[in-house]
Protein backbone atom coordinates (compact mmCIF):
# COMPACT_ATOMS: atom_id res chain seq x y z
CA UNK A 1 0.00 0.00 0.00
CA UNK A 2 1.40 3.16 -0.90
CA UNK A 3 0.60 5.96 1.81
CA UNK A 4 2.43 9.00 0.18
CA UNK A 5 0.97 12.21 -0.41
CA UNK A 6 2.43 14.06 -3.21
CA UNK A 7 3.49 17.52 -4.29
CA UNK A 8 4.05 18.11 -8.32
CA UNK A 9 7.19 16.66 -9.53
CA UNK A 10 10.14 19.60 -9.93
CA UNK A 11 11.75 16.85 -12.32
CA UNK A 12 11.05 14.51 -15.02
CA UNK A 13 11.64 10.67 -14.75
CA UNK A 14 14.46 11.16 -17.52
CA UNK A 15 16.03 14.09 -15.21
CA UNK A 16 15.71 11.80 -12.17
CA UNK A 17 17.43 8.56 -13.44
CA UNK A 18 20.37 10.65 -15.47
CA UNK A 19 21.16 12.40 -11.72
CA UNK A 20 20.73 9.25 -9.96
CA UNK A 21 23.16 7.58 -12.27
CA UNK A 22 25.28 10.35 -11.80
CA UNK A 23 25.29 9.81 -7.79
CA UNK A 24 26.55 6.13 -8.16
CA UNK A 25 28.80 7.50 -10.63
CA UNK A 26 30.45 9.89 -8.92
CA UNK A 27 29.76 10.24 -5.06
CA UNK A 28 30.34 8.10 -1.89
CA UNK A 29 27.38 8.48 0.77
CA UNK A 30 28.39 8.48 4.62
CA UNK A 31 27.83 4.99 6.34
CA UNK A 32 26.32 3.67 3.41
CA UNK A 33 27.55 0.22 1.58
CA UNK A 34 27.63 1.68 -1.52
CA UNK A 35 27.06 -1.79 -2.94
CA UNK A 36 23.47 -2.08 -1.89
CA UNK A 37 22.64 1.11 -4.28
CA UNK A 38 23.44 -1.01 -7.53
CA UNK A 39 20.36 -1.88 -8.45
CA UNK A 40 18.69 0.35 -6.04
CA UNK A 41 18.22 3.68 -6.21
CA UNK A 42 18.60 6.76 -3.28
CA UNK A 43 15.57 8.77 -2.57
CA UNK A 44 16.97 12.41 -4.13
CA UNK A 45 15.15 15.43 -2.34
CA UNK A 46 13.82 18.12 -4.07
CA UNK A 47 11.94 19.53 -1.85
CA UNK A 48 11.60 20.45 2.11
CA UNK A 49 9.06 22.05 4.17
CA UNK A 50 8.59 21.57 7.62
CA UNK A 51 8.62 18.40 9.15
CA UNK A 52 8.32 16.67 5.54
CA UNK A 53 10.95 16.16 2.48
CA UNK A 54 9.99 15.92 -1.10
CA UNK A 55 11.56 13.54 -3.62
CA UNK A 56 11.63 14.79 -7.15
CA UNK A 57 8.66 12.66 -7.87
CA UNK A 58 6.83 14.86 -5.87
CA UNK A 59 5.89 12.54 -2.70
CA UNK A 60 6.14 13.45 1.03
CA UNK A 61 8.43 11.94 3.38
CA UNK A 62 8.03 12.61 7.43
CA UNK A 63 11.57 13.58 8.57
CA UNK A 64 10.90 11.51 11.46
CA UNK A 65 15.44 11.76 12.09
CA UNK A 66 15.26 15.53 11.97
CA UNK A 67 17.77 14.99 9.17
CA UNK A 68 20.16 13.73 11.18
CA UNK A 69 19.21 14.86 14.68
CA UNK A 70 19.71 18.53 13.45
CA UNK A 71 16.22 19.96 12.69
CA UNK A 72 14.86 22.00 15.01
CA UNK A 73 11.85 24.55 13.46
CA UNK A 74 11.46 22.75 10.50
CA UNK A 75 12.68 23.10 7.09
CA UNK A 76 12.22 26.57 5.59
CA UNK A 77 11.38 28.44 8.53
CA UNK A 78 10.97 32.32 6.84
CA UNK A 79 13.00 33.94 10.00
CA UNK A 80 16.20 31.24 9.39
CA UNK A 81 15.79 32.03 5.41
CA UNK A 82 16.21 35.90 6.28
CA UNK A 83 18.84 35.64 8.70
CA UNK A 84 20.84 33.85 6.07
CA UNK A 85 20.12 36.72 3.20
CA UNK A 86 20.79 39.59 5.82
CA UNK A 87 23.63 38.20 6.77
CA UNK A 88 24.84 37.62 3.08
CA UNK A 89 23.98 40.87 2.15
CA UNK A 90 26.23 42.64 4.81
CA UNK A 91 29.37 40.21 4.46
CA UNK A 92 29.64 36.16 4.19
CA UNK A 93 32.38 34.04 5.42
CA UNK A 94 35.47 35.74 6.89
CA UNK A 95 38.07 34.18 8.77
CA UNK A 96 37.50 34.30 13.31
CA UNK A 97 41.45 34.54 14.29
CA UNK A 98 42.50 38.43 14.62
CA UNK A 99 39.00 39.64 13.44
CA UNK A 100 35.71 39.21 14.52
CA UNK A 101 32.28 40.12 13.94
CA UNK A 102 28.92 41.02 15.79
CA UNK A 103 27.41 37.58 14.85
CA UNK A 104 29.88 35.84 16.35
CA UNK A 105 30.02 37.85 19.85
CA UNK A 106 26.12 37.92 20.25
CA UNK A 107 25.96 34.32 20.14
CA UNK A 108 28.24 34.08 22.50
CA UNK A 109 27.06 35.82 25.08
CA UNK A 110 23.91 34.59 24.65
CA UNK A 111 25.28 30.75 25.13
CA UNK A 112 27.14 31.75 28.33
CA UNK A 113 23.76 33.28 29.42
CA UNK A 114 21.70 29.92 27.86
CA UNK A 115 24.01 27.11 29.24
CA UNK A 116 24.58 25.36 32.55
CA UNK A 117 25.90 28.19 35.06
CA UNK A 118 30.13 28.13 34.89
CA UNK A 119 30.86 27.96 31.05
CA UNK A 120 31.86 31.08 30.40
CA UNK A 121 33.85 30.79 27.51
CA UNK A 122 33.25 29.90 23.68
CA UNK A 123 35.26 28.24 21.09
CA UNK A 124 33.47 27.90 17.72
CA UNK A 125 34.27 25.38 14.99
CA UNK A 126 32.18 23.53 12.37
CA UNK A 127 30.55 20.39 13.66
CA UNK A 128 30.12 18.24 16.71
CA UNK A 129 33.45 16.41 15.90
CA UNK A 130 35.64 19.11 15.84
CA UNK A 131 33.62 20.36 18.58
CA UNK A 132 35.04 16.80 20.88
CA UNK A 133 38.32 17.49 19.14
CA UNK A 134 38.50 20.75 20.50
CA UNK A 135 37.07 19.62 24.42
CA UNK A 136 39.61 17.24 24.30
CA UNK A 137 42.82 18.91 23.26
CA UNK A 138 41.44 21.99 25.74
CA UNK A 139 41.05 19.51 28.61
CA UNK A 140 44.38 17.98 27.39
CA UNK A 141 46.68 21.33 27.01
CA UNK A 142 45.05 22.79 30.38
CA UNK A 143 46.90 20.14 32.52
CA UNK A 144 50.01 20.82 30.83
CA UNK A 145 49.86 24.17 31.80
CA UNK A 146 48.81 23.66 34.96
CA UNK A 147 51.75 21.88 36.14
CA UNK A 148 49.97 17.85 35.72
CA UNK A 149 51.02 16.87 32.52
CA UNK A 150 50.86 12.69 33.75
CA UNK A 151 46.67 14.15 34.06
CA UNK A 152 46.39 13.14 29.99
CA UNK A 153 43.98 10.08 29.46
CA UNK A 154 40.05 10.16 28.87
CA UNK A 155 37.81 8.16 30.21
CA UNK A 156 34.31 7.36 27.83
CA UNK A 157 31.83 5.24 28.09
CA UNK A 158 30.20 1.59 26.32
CA UNK A 159 28.42 2.44 23.34
CA UNK A 160 29.30 6.01 23.45
CA UNK A 161 29.99 7.67 19.99
CA UNK A 162 31.81 11.34 19.65
CA UNK A 163 32.16 11.78 16.10
CA UNK A 164 34.27 9.92 13.36
CA UNK A 165 37.68 12.02 13.61
CA UNK A 166 40.25 10.37 15.06
CA UNK A 167 40.26 12.08 18.71
CA UNK A 168 36.58 11.22 19.22
CA UNK A 169 36.70 7.60 17.66
CA UNK A 170 39.43 7.29 20.45
CA UNK A 171 36.77 7.93 23.10
CA UNK A 172 34.19 5.80 21.02
CA UNK A 173 32.57 2.80 22.17
CA UNK A 174 30.60 1.34 19.66
CA UNK A 175 32.71 -1.85 18.21
CA UNK A 176 30.81 -1.57 14.52
CA UNK A 177 32.33 2.38 13.86
CA UNK A 178 35.41 2.02 15.74
CA UNK A 179 36.99 -0.91 16.47
CA UNK A 180 38.87 -1.58 12.97
CA UNK A 181 40.65 1.83 13.77
CA UNK A 182 42.20 0.90 17.09
CA UNK A 183 46.14 1.33 15.86
CA UNK A 184 45.36 5.01 14.85
CA UNK A 185 43.58 5.75 18.45
CA UNK A 186 45.48 7.02 22.03
CA UNK A 187 44.56 4.72 24.80
CA UNK A 188 42.11 5.93 27.03
CA UNK A 189 39.82 3.85 30.07
CA UNK A 190 36.73 2.42 28.72
CA UNK A 191 33.76 2.28 31.55
CA UNK A 192 30.04 0.40 31.51
CA UNK A 193 27.10 2.66 30.43
CA UNK A 194 24.11 2.88 32.91
CA UNK A 195 21.79 1.47 30.67
CA UNK A 196 18.57 2.01 31.81
CA UNK A 197 17.03 -1.20 30.20
CA UNK A 198 18.36 -2.87 32.65
CA UNK A 199 16.31 -1.31 35.16
CA UNK A 200 13.68 -3.20 36.47
CA UNK A 201 11.10 -0.35 36.38
CA UNK A 202 11.25 3.49 36.31
CA UNK A 203 11.23 3.94 40.03
CA UNK A 204 14.54 6.21 41.37
CA UNK A 205 15.48 3.02 43.06
CA UNK A 206 15.53 0.77 40.30
CA UNK A 207 17.57 3.86 38.22
CA UNK A 208 20.12 4.04 41.26
CA UNK A 209 20.75 0.57 40.97
CA UNK A 210 21.70 0.74 37.21
CA UNK A 211 23.30 3.86 38.04
CA UNK A 212 25.40 2.15 40.71
CA UNK A 213 26.43 -1.19 38.67
CA UNK A 214 28.52 1.66 35.98
CA UNK A 215 30.01 3.69 39.15
CA UNK A 216 31.13 0.90 40.74
CA UNK A 217 33.61 0.15 38.73
CA UNK A 218 34.36 4.15 37.88
CA UNK A 219 35.00 4.85 40.96
CA UNK A 220 37.53 1.87 41.41
CA UNK A 221 39.27 3.52 38.77
CA UNK A 222 39.36 7.09 39.87
CA UNK A 223 40.64 5.97 42.83
CA UNK A 224 43.68 4.82 41.42
CA UNK A 225 44.47 6.70 38.78
CA UNK A 226 42.80 9.97 38.71
CA UNK A 227 46.69 11.42 38.83
CA UNK A 228 46.37 10.18 34.77
CA UNK A 229 43.28 11.42 33.88
CA UNK A 230 42.39 14.79 32.23
CA UNK A 231 38.52 14.52 31.97
CA UNK A 232 35.80 11.97 31.43
CA UNK A 233 33.35 12.94 28.45
CA UNK A 234 29.36 11.83 28.43
CA UNK A 235 26.79 11.96 26.01
CA UNK A 236 24.21 13.03 28.93
CA UNK A 237 21.15 11.14 29.56
CA UNK A 238 20.83 10.30 26.26
CA UNK A 239 23.64 8.17 24.32
CA UNK A 240 22.43 8.51 20.66
CA UNK A 241 24.25 6.30 18.06
CA UNK A 242 25.36 3.66 20.60
CA UNK A 243 21.44 2.80 20.22
CA UNK A 244 19.07 5.42 21.81
CA UNK A 245 20.65 4.40 25.21
CA UNK A 246 18.97 6.02 28.01
CA UNK A 247 20.98 6.46 31.08
CA UNK A 248 19.69 8.14 34.64
CA UNK A 249 19.69 11.39 35.98
CA UNK A 250 21.73 10.35 39.10
CA UNK A 251 24.33 8.82 37.55
CA UNK A 252 25.22 11.95 35.77
CA UNK A 253 24.45 14.11 39.53
CA UNK A 254 27.15 11.42 40.87
CA UNK A 255 29.92 11.47 38.00
CA UNK A 256 29.66 15.19 38.93
CA UNK A 257 30.63 15.37 42.36
CA UNK A 258 32.96 12.01 41.67
CA UNK A 259 35.12 14.62 38.61
CA UNK A 260 35.47 17.58 41.32
CA UNK A 261 36.05 14.83 44.03
CA UNK A 262 39.06 13.67 41.70
CA UNK A 263 40.00 16.67 39.66
CA UNK A 264 38.71 15.63 36.90
CA UNK A 265 37.20 17.44 33.83
CA UNK A 266 33.78 16.43 33.26
CA UNK A 267 32.91 16.69 29.59
CA UNK A 268 29.25 17.33 28.62
CA UNK A 269 28.87 16.50 24.65
CA UNK A 270 25.19 17.93 24.12
CA UNK A 271 26.08 17.92 20.29
CA UNK A 272 23.09 15.87 19.72
CA UNK A 273 21.08 16.13 22.86
CA UNK A 274 21.33 20.10 22.70
CA UNK A 275 18.85 22.71 21.93
CA UNK A 276 15.58 20.98 23.30
CA UNK A 277 15.44 17.48 21.77
CA UNK A 278 15.37 15.80 25.07
CA UNK A 279 12.28 18.06 26.55
CA UNK A 280 14.87 20.34 28.55
CA UNK A 281 17.18 23.39 27.00
CA UNK A 282 20.04 20.67 27.83
CA UNK A 283 20.27 17.31 28.61
CA UNK A 284 22.19 18.40 31.76
CA UNK A 285 19.73 20.64 32.98
CA UNK A 286 17.64 16.91 33.96
CA UNK A 287 20.42 16.53 36.82
CA UNK A 288 20.80 20.05 37.37
CA UNK A 289 24.34 19.53 36.53
CA UNK A 290 27.02 22.06 35.12
CA UNK A 291 29.98 20.45 33.05
CA UNK A 292 33.53 22.06 32.90
CA UNK A 293 33.44 21.54 29.18
CA UNK A 294 30.34 21.44 26.66
CA UNK A 295 30.12 20.09 23.27
CA UNK A 296 27.48 21.86 20.86
CA UNK A 297 26.52 21.41 17.47
CA UNK A 298 23.33 19.88 15.43
CA UNK A 299 21.00 22.01 16.77
CA UNK A 300 22.73 24.71 17.85
CA UNK A 301 21.74 26.37 13.72
CA UNK A 302 18.41 24.10 14.10
CA UNK A 303 20.24 22.10 11.88
CA UNK A 304 20.28 24.43 8.99
CA UNK A 305 24.10 25.68 8.96
CA UNK A 306 27.30 23.66 10.26
CA UNK A 307 28.79 25.23 13.14
CA UNK A 308 29.58 24.02 16.94
CA UNK A 309 30.78 25.47 20.33
CA UNK A 310 33.18 24.43 22.94
CA UNK A 311 32.17 26.20 26.26
CA UNK A 312 34.35 25.54 29.19
CA UNK A 313 35.00 27.26 32.67
CA UNK A 314 36.72 30.82 33.13
CA UNK A 315 39.42 28.14 34.86
CA UNK A 316 40.23 26.52 31.87
CA UNK A 317 40.17 29.54 29.82
CA UNK A 318 42.54 31.03 32.26
CA UNK A 319 45.45 28.48 32.30
CA UNK A 320 46.00 29.77 28.80
CA UNK A 321 45.83 33.37 29.23
CA UNK A 322 49.20 34.43 29.45
CA UNK A 323 52.40 36.23 27.64
CA UNK A 324 52.64 34.98 24.42
CA UNK A 325 55.93 33.75 24.84
CA UNK A 326 54.80 31.24 27.43
CA UNK A 327 53.44 29.67 24.65
CA UNK A 328 50.15 28.44 26.42
CA UNK A 329 48.18 29.37 23.37
CA UNK A 330 45.26 27.08 22.35
CA UNK A 331 46.76 26.44 18.62
CA UNK A 332 43.78 24.99 16.85
CA UNK A 333 41.01 26.73 14.65
CA UNK A 334 39.21 25.60 11.30
CA UNK A 335 39.01 27.65 8.14
CA UNK A 336 35.06 27.82 9.09
CA UNK A 337 35.40 28.75 12.42
CA UNK A 338 32.75 30.94 13.76
CA UNK A 339 30.96 31.10 10.25
CA UNK A 340 28.90 34.41 10.20
CA UNK A 341 26.08 33.12 8.77
CA UNK A 342 26.03 30.04 10.78
CA UNK A 343 26.13 32.63 13.88
CA UNK A 344 23.33 34.58 12.77
CA UNK A 345 21.63 31.35 11.68
CA UNK A 346 22.04 30.17 15.14
CA UNK A 347 21.15 33.32 16.52
CA UNK A 348 17.38 33.17 14.54
CA UNK A 349 16.86 30.39 15.60
CA UNK A 350 17.34 31.13 19.35
CA UNK A 351 14.91 34.10 18.67
CA UNK A 352 12.38 31.70 17.40
CA UNK A 353 13.05 29.74 20.91
CA UNK A 354 12.08 32.75 22.73
CA UNK A 355 8.97 33.84 20.22
CA UNK A 356 7.51 30.49 19.58
CA UNK A 357 8.11 29.37 23.11
CA UNK A 358 9.04 26.30 21.31
CA UNK A 359 10.00 24.62 24.79
CA UNK A 360 6.73 25.13 26.08
CA UNK A 361 4.91 24.17 22.99
CA UNK A 362 6.77 21.03 22.64
CA UNK A 363 5.58 19.65 25.96
CA UNK A 364 2.53 18.72 24.50
CA UNK A 365 4.03 16.66 21.65
CA UNK A 366 6.24 15.13 24.08
CA UNK A 367 2.92 14.30 26.08
CA UNK A 368 1.45 12.76 22.67
CA UNK A 369 4.39 10.86 21.80
CA UNK A 370 4.25 8.93 25.62
CA UNK A 371 0.62 8.26 24.66
CA UNK A 372 0.92 7.57 20.99
CA UNK A 373 3.58 4.69 22.06
CA UNK A 374 1.86 3.58 25.32
CA UNK A 375 -1.54 2.73 23.13
CA UNK A 376 -0.61 1.35 19.27
CA UNK A 377 -0.07 -1.14 20.69
CA UNK A 378 3.86 -1.15 20.11
CA UNK A 379 4.16 -3.30 23.17
CA UNK A 380 2.19 -6.36 22.27
CA UNK A 381 3.81 -7.46 19.48
CA UNK A 382 6.31 -10.18 19.98
CA UNK A 383 9.15 -8.48 18.45
CA UNK A 384 9.05 -5.34 19.39
CA UNK A 385 10.86 -4.68 23.21
CA UNK A 386 12.61 -1.71 25.88
CA UNK A 387 10.11 1.35 24.24
CA UNK A 388 12.02 4.10 25.67
CA UNK A 389 11.59 8.17 25.39
CA UNK A 390 12.89 11.35 26.38
CA UNK A 391 11.52 13.83 24.65
CA UNK A 392 11.01 14.08 21.46
CA UNK A 393 13.21 10.73 21.32
CA UNK A 394 11.89 7.71 21.16
CA UNK A 395 13.15 4.14 20.65
CA UNK A 396 12.28 0.29 20.72
CA UNK A 397 14.39 -2.53 19.89
CA UNK A 398 13.08 -5.45 17.41
CA UNK A 399 13.90 -9.08 18.33
CA UNK A 400 13.29 -12.49 16.78
CA UNK A 401 11.85 -13.25 20.79
CA UNK A 402 11.12 -9.48 22.17
CA UNK A 403 10.23 -11.82 25.57
CA UNK A 404 13.28 -13.99 25.73
CA UNK A 405 15.14 -11.38 23.85
CA UNK A 406 16.56 -13.23 21.17
CA UNK A 407 18.59 -11.20 18.46
CA UNK A 408 17.49 -11.16 14.55
CA UNK A 409 20.29 -12.87 12.81
CA UNK A 410 22.51 -10.21 11.65
CA UNK A 411 22.24 -10.95 7.93
CA UNK A 412 18.24 -10.92 8.09
CA UNK A 413 19.53 -6.96 8.34
CA UNK A 414 15.79 -5.81 9.68
CA UNK A 415 16.46 -2.45 10.02
CA UNK A 416 17.64 -1.99 6.43
CA UNK A 417 14.52 -3.35 5.19
CA UNK A 418 12.57 -0.79 8.06
CA UNK A 419 14.08 2.03 6.30
CA UNK A 420 13.29 0.68 3.02
CA UNK A 421 9.39 0.12 3.54
CA UNK A 422 9.35 3.15 5.75
CA UNK A 423 9.70 5.18 2.33
CA UNK A 424 7.09 3.01 1.32
CA UNK A 425 4.49 4.75 4.21
CA UNK A 426 5.93 8.04 3.67
CA UNK A 427 8.78 7.60 6.68
CA UNK A 428 12.59 8.76 7.29
CA UNK A 429 13.12 6.20 9.39
CA UNK A 430 16.86 5.15 9.61
CA UNK A 431 17.08 2.25 12.25
CA UNK A 432 20.39 1.39 14.23
CA UNK A 433 20.43 -2.00 13.53
CA UNK A 434 17.40 -3.34 14.99
CA UNK A 435 16.90 -0.20 16.90
CA UNK A 436 13.89 2.06 15.33
CA UNK A 437 13.97 5.59 16.76
CA UNK A 438 12.33 8.39 15.72
CA UNK A 439 14.29 11.96 16.69
CA UNK A 440 11.70 14.09 16.18
CA UNK A 441 11.94 18.44 15.16
CA UNK A 442 10.39 20.29 17.71
CA UNK A 443 7.97 21.79 15.18
CA UNK A 444 6.33 18.33 14.99
CA UNK A 445 2.22 18.34 16.32
CA UNK A 446 0.67 15.93 18.45
CA UNK A 447 -1.47 14.32 14.99
CA UNK A 448 1.88 14.81 13.52
CA UNK A 449 3.13 12.10 16.02
CA UNK A 450 -0.39 9.93 15.80
CA UNK A 451 -0.08 10.00 12.06
CA UNK A 452 4.03 8.83 12.39
CA UNK A 453 3.82 6.09 14.98
CA UNK A 454 0.87 4.69 13.08
CA UNK A 455 2.56 4.72 10.13
CA UNK A 456 5.53 2.80 11.49
CA UNK A 457 3.21 -0.05 13.13
CA UNK A 458 2.25 -0.39 9.52
CA UNK A 459 5.97 -0.70 8.47
CA UNK A 460 6.25 -3.31 11.06
CA UNK A 461 3.41 -5.59 10.31
CA UNK A 462 4.03 -5.75 6.58
CA UNK A 463 7.71 -6.72 7.30
CA UNK A 464 7.44 -8.57 10.22
CA UNK A 465 3.73 -9.86 10.44
C1 LIG B 1 26.82 12.89 20.72
C2 LIG B 1 27.49 13.20 19.43
N1 LIG B 1 28.69 13.79 19.43
C3 LIG B 1 29.34 14.11 18.31
C4 LIG B 1 28.79 13.83 17.08
C5 LIG B 1 29.54 14.16 15.82
O1 LIG B 1 28.92 15.20 15.16
P1 LIG B 1 29.22 15.44 13.60
O2 LIG B 1 28.55 14.35 12.87
O3 LIG B 1 28.64 16.79 13.32
O4 LIG B 1 30.70 15.42 13.44
C6 LIG B 1 27.54 13.21 17.02
C7 LIG B 1 26.93 12.89 15.72
O5 LIG B 1 25.92 12.25 15.61
C8 LIG B 1 26.88 12.87 18.22
O6 LIG B 1 25.69 12.24 18.22
Not at 83 to 100: N, P, Y
Not at 305 to 327: R, V
Not at 344 to 371: C, G, K, N, W, Y
Request: glycine share 8%; net charge negative.
Amino acid sequence: MKTHMRKQALRSPEQINELLQKDRQYVWHPFTQMKDYEDRNHVLIDRAEGIFLYDADGRQYYDTVSSWWCNVHGHGHPKIKEAIMQQLHAFDHIMFSGLTHAPGIELAERLVNLTPEGLQKVFYSDNGSTAVEVALKMSFQYWQQVGKPEKNKFVYLDGSYHGDTLGAVSVGGVEQYHALFKPLLFHGYRMPAPDLRQAKGRSPADELIVAELALAPLRELLANEADHIAGIIVEPMLMGAGGMIMTPACYLQELRKLCTAHRVHLIADEVATGFGRTGKLFACEHADVSPDIMCLSKALTAGIMPLATTLCTNEIYDAFYDDYATQKTFFHGHSFTGNPVACAVALASLDIFQEEAVLDRMQSTIHALAEALHSCGLAELPYAANIRQLGLVAAFDLYQDAKNRIAFSADRRIGAAIYEEGFEEGLILRPLGDTIYYWLPHCTTPEDVKDIVNRTLRVLRRILG
